[in-house]
C-alpha cells in the first residue's frame, strides 16, 4: 500500500470531534484528500460540510448527517465513528499530526508521479522533453507542498529585468482591490484564502 498512518488520521478526526475550536488549524492546513482511507475522507468532509453551513459538528450531528445521505456505513458505521472520541490526544499536538499527514500526501503523490514517469522513461516513444518537462514539473510541485509556496522566478519564467521593472497594479484577481488598501480577506479554514492571495501576489509581480 502507498505510505498512510492511521491513527494520524484518527488522531486529528479525533481532535476535531473532541475540540471544534480547532476546526480551522486542521482544514487551514489538511483536507479529505490528504486522508488515505476512505471513510476517513468521508468523515473529514461531513465535518467540513457542517462547519461551512454553520451547523454543529459533534458525534451526534456527524453520525446523523452520515446516516441522512445514507453514508453512514461507508464512513465506518456509528460505532467506528463513536470510538474517535475515546483517548482523545491534547490538541497541543495537533499541529504535528497535521503535518505528518501532510508528508505522507507527499510520499504518496510522489510514488504516483514518478512511477508514471518511470512509465515514460522504459516508452521509447515518448520524446526525452516531456520527460525532462515531467521531471521539472514534480520538482516544482513538490517544492511548493513541502512549505516552499512562493514560487522562485525560474519557476515562473521571470526574467531579471521583468522582475525588477514590475509596476505593483493589483486588479488581477479582485478588481475592487485597490493598492495602498487595507484589506481583510476572512472565510472558513481550508477554502482558499492562502491560495488567493498567493496567486494575486504573483499576478502583482507579473
Known amino acids: ?64 448527517t452520515l446516516r441522512e445521505s445514507n453514508n453512514l456505513d461507508e464512513a465506518g458505521g456509528a460505532t ?3 470510538k474517535q472520541i475515546d483517548d482523545c490526544p491534547p490538541p497541543t499536538s495537533l499541529s504535528y499530526y497535521c503535518k505528518k499527514l501532510l508528508d505522507l500526501t507527499i510520499r504518496r503523490q510522489s510514488y504516483i508521479t514518478l512511477n508514471n514517469l518511470m512509465n515514460q522513461v522504459v516508452n521509447l516513444e515518448n520524446p526525452i522533453d516531456s520527460i525532462y518537462d515531467g521531471i521539472n514539473s514534480f520538482v516544482s510541485e513538490i517544492e511548493c507542498q513541502n512549505g516552499n509556496n512562493i514560487p522562485s522566478r525560474e519557476i515562473l519564467s521571470i526574467t531579471d529585468d521583468e522582475w525588477d521593472t514590475a509596476i505593483l497594479y493589483p486588479d488581477c484577481i479582485v478588481k475592487d482591490l485597490l493598492y495602498s488598501d487595507v484589506a481583510v480577506l476572512a472565510a472558513p479554514g481550508g477554502t482558499g484564502k492562502t491560495t488567493l492571495c498567493l496567486y494575486e501576489a504573483v499576478h502583482i509581480v507579473l
Open 80 to 82: 467506528y465513528i463513536a
Open 1 to 64: 500500500p502507498l505510505p498512510h498512518d492511521t491513527e494520524l488520521e484518527r488522531s486529528v478526526i479525533k481532535c476535531l470531534i473532541s475540540y471544534p475550536e480547532t476546526i480551522e488549524a486542521v482544514f487551514g492546513t489538511l483536507s479529505e484528500n490528504d486522508f488515505y482511507y476512505k471513510k476517513h475522507q468521508i468523515l473529514i468532509k461531513t465535518i467540513h460540510t457542517l462547519y461551512l453551513k454553520g451547523e454543529p459538528f459533534d458525534l451526534p450531528a456527524v453520525v446523523f
